[in-house]
């Protein structure tokens, strides 16, 4: 059994940061892709930020210049780094891996964590 728990999720003033985590546990061989994902309400799920295997990144218009992607591999943690937060920021930010289980390529999230950027 995979999970993905996430943390660093909070309140926080519009010019201000948070850092996100995501770590993978459980049995499986290899992580491929891990992304970052946000949903406001009303809205779709729209994709924030990836990072692949070999560490290549890909951001939304919206966050570049602001946030950044990492992983850990030793750890298997993503993490999210955002600065500069807008309220326009504000929704509940999934993690998204997939994940090598042996058999195949599975797709893993995480349960979220909400993020709130007051103006």
């Known amino acids: 059994q995979v999970q993905l728990v996430e943390s660093g999720g909070g309140l926080v003033q519009a010019g201000g940061s948070l850092r996100l985590s995501c770590a993978a546990s459980?049995?499986?061989?290899?992580?491929?892709?891990m992304s970052w994902y946000r949903q406001a309400p009303g809205k779709q799920r729209e994709l924030v930020a990836t990072?692949?295997?070999?560490?290549?990144?890909n951001y939304a218009d919206s966050v570049k210049g602001r946030f950044t992607i990492s992983r850990d591999n030793a750890k298997n943690t993503v993490y999210l780094q955002m600065n500069s937060l807008k309220p326009e920021d504000t929704a509940i930010y999934y993690c998204y891996a997939r994940i090598w289980v042996g058999l195949g390529y599975k797709d893993y999230w995480g349960q979220g964590t909400q993020v709130t950027v007051s103006s």
């Open positions: 459980g049995s499986f061989v290899s992580i491929n892709v």
């Open positions: 990072v692949t295997s070999s560490d290549s990144t």
